[in-house]
């Protein structure tokens, strides 16, 4: 029955085969790690003499438990054994234990408590706000469970967290009191929520021995997948099911842990042999996906960390082609570059699969254009695509009902959103009223503020300012409309000589839509990550209107036609040459073609992690998943500038792609670039002459001109500063974009030329002598604050005495500071 151990290389076979004991894996990338697993199994029941319901193997997906049960039966067929090992997720385990046993904790709960979802936990938590009087505006449902969900992983439960809130501040006390209720009201539902799965799984072995000793004798073995990802929670549920015997086998890599933002505890792995003093460590090191160029190249970023396990990645495959590095000009160079190239591939390679990796999924849109322009079939995965996200449909509704008062849908959409107070029996008048009198529900709205005696004084004057919000809104449409056509009347807005004027460009009425409407700050009050990405999808969404700026009055309709016919025609293939995806998605997933963009500070690694030591590590191991998807060819790319909320701001390089080690590295990129200067191939110095930007007609893009500047090498210099290892001076770096903006005018930013190439301004005499060092505060820069700590350098204007600098912190937001007071140091 052994034959199947000839399939296994020899780190492998010992981890199959090791004897009983605390067994770690370190699984590399692409080891084979389920491999592993399962063949452990089978040679456990074939060879072991194990019974397979003394065995249990845990893993975090369905996808992953079904995938390894159907291994194990593959390996062991004939013996018509393998299905009565219990291979499981975590929380299916505890559902199973739960279901038997629960009664035994003497809590109140019967076998058949209901399970809470997370929108029934939502809605459980929605209910506990109102009903203890505090305001849903404030204490945003969902932003509440979240915290709630954050403290139960902790292993805190309402008392414990209320006893911690009255130290901190008045709104935890309030999420305490909800906490609090909302345990309440479980309880006597008889039902627990996902995290009350784990929670009263541990309570139930911990303090009742019969059940925990029972348990222990019926999984005699225990296997652990993806073990770099397990919480305190399962850490515990997995000591106490190994209390007896501690023939526990995890399988996992330190360097792969990127949930940490999840609750995923990295020391679990990192201290198992503290845990298990007598563990046996078996590193998985051979690769089966990748090629050694690729491997090199993850491991030179990877090696920086200091939580982790020391690997090195080898495999049996070529060195393989070098990974290629390109420096665009924008995000839409960028995505014109990744089209570009996958097109060279498939015609080459008709039947290769390509994967655009990012780091957050507001990035997913100029990929989507590109990819449409290009007439390649894509496919999104972890998210809808862009114009399909709830928070821009919500835009899109309000300039739909700013230009057409009688589009009913729109309004039904947006009506209560962001929530405004307009309860169930308001807008069952309105449908009423609409229906009786054959109207549309906006005409039914005013007919309901003017009549007043239908609804409640409340409920009049919340319409009354709801129509007011999108009159105003309107108002600013009709200025853009009237340039080409009558606009609608429906509102009566009465517009100024001026106001007709001073045209408003596309990217203003969607600004006006995020602002004027309430829902930027409805977001910001919820405070959570699911905010912060809704915000940055908006900020994608005034970037994607930018483009429509300069098509006068048919611009907005054409924005508003755009985004409904790309929504409206996308049908996803699970057979297509392109997948678009966050790094976080990719994760379990291999591409012969995979191309990581976006690669500058603030962006990956991403603004909040760039304070914080730890969160720089995930940020790096995140890349690391990323790079390690790629089997054939790796790009990695970045762009020389980006827009931020419709604005374009200078962006510096990743610190990752500073950490990549040089030689492995071909540069595509036209003219300089941020590679040739860390290679010292060019050394930029102080020149005359600007630097300059030119169409290039064929490419359809922007690049630098080959004839800009006096760049020049003396042949007495020394050609590269580069000498066989990882270039480690982002000093240098920081310096090679210092320059590059001093010659583009100190803003970061370039204006497109209309038919030639642009010679960009000089900074004047003055603003090269404020504050000193007035490099230190060009856009792109980083910063350092005595209160507000590390910070990105956004804009810089004024000049002497009134110099200011705009800065955005991670956990601050953006700070407007007069530049000689501000005490900014470098980073």
Partial sequence: MTEFLSQLNPQQREAVTSSDGPLLILAGAGSGKTRVIAHRIAYLISEGNVWPRNILAVTFTNKAAEEMRNRVSKLIEGLELGSAALISTFHSLCVRILRRDIEALQAGYTRSFTIYDQDDAVRLTRNCVRDLGLDDKQFVPRSVQSAISAAKNRGEDAEAFTAKAQFIDERRASIARVFQLYEERLHRNNALDFDDLLIKAVRLLRDVPDVRDRYNDRFRYLLVDEYQDTNQLQFALIRLLT????????????????????????????????????????????????TQNILDLASGVIKHNVERKEKALWTQNSAGEKIRYYQALDAESEARFVANKIEEHLRREPE???????????????????????S????????????????????????????????????????????????????????????????????????LVVDEQRLSARAVAVLANFQRIVRGLAAKVEVVLRAGEEPDRAYDNDLTEQQIESTSPVSDLVKAAILDTGYENALKAENSEEAEARLENLQELVNAAVDYDEQGPDGLRDFIDHSALVADTDQYKADVPVTLMTAHSAKGLEFPLVFLVGLEDGLFPHSRSLSDSSDIEEERRLAYVAMTRAEKYLYVTHAVKRRVYGEELASEPSQFLNE????????????????????????????????????????????????????????????????????????????????????????????????QGLRAAQPTGQDARASGSPDLLLPGSYVRHAKYGRGLVLRREGSGDQTKVTVSFPGYGQKKLIEKYAGLEKA
Wanted: charged share 30%; proline share 4%.
């Fill in 243 to 290: 209390e007896k015997q501690q023939n526990i086998c995890v399988v996992g890599d330190p360097d792969q842990s990127i949930y940490r933002w999840r609750g995923a505890d990295i020391t679990n792995i990192l201290k198992f042999e503290e845990h298990f003093p007598s563990a046996k460590v078996i590193r998985l090191e051979e690769n089966y996906r990748s």
């Fill in 352 to 374: 290769i699969r390509a994967a655009v990796l990012y780091r957050t999924n507001s990035q997913s849109r100029v990929f989507e254009e590109a990819m449409r322009r290009a």
């Fill in 376 to 447: 390649l079939a894509y496919n999104i995965v972890g998210g809808f695509s862009f114009y399909e996200r709830m928070e821009v449909r919500d835009i899109i509704a309000y300039l739909k009902l700013a230009i057409n008062p009688h589009d009913s849908i729109a309004l039904q959409r947006i009506i209560n959103t962001p929530p405004r107070g307009i309860g169930r029996m308001t807008l069952d008048e309105i449908e009423n009223r609409a229906r009786e009198l054959g109207i549309s529900y906006w005409d039914a709205i005013s007919d």
């Fill in 660 to 755: 990549m080690p040089l030689e492995l590295i071909d540069d595509l990129s036209r003219g300089r670039s941020w590679l040739s200067f860390a290679r010292g191939s060019h050394k930029l110095e102080p020149s005359t002459e600007a630097l300059q930007y030119e169409y290039d007609e064929d490419a359809a893009e922007y690049r630098l001109s080959p004839s800009a500047g006096a760049q020049r090498i003396s042949a007495k210099q020394p050609v590269s500063k580069y000498s066989g290892r990882t270039y480690d001076s982002v000093d240098s770096i920081a310096e090679f974009f210092r320059k590059r903006d001093a010659q583009m005018g100190g803003h970061g930013s370039i204006d497109r030329p209309k038919s």
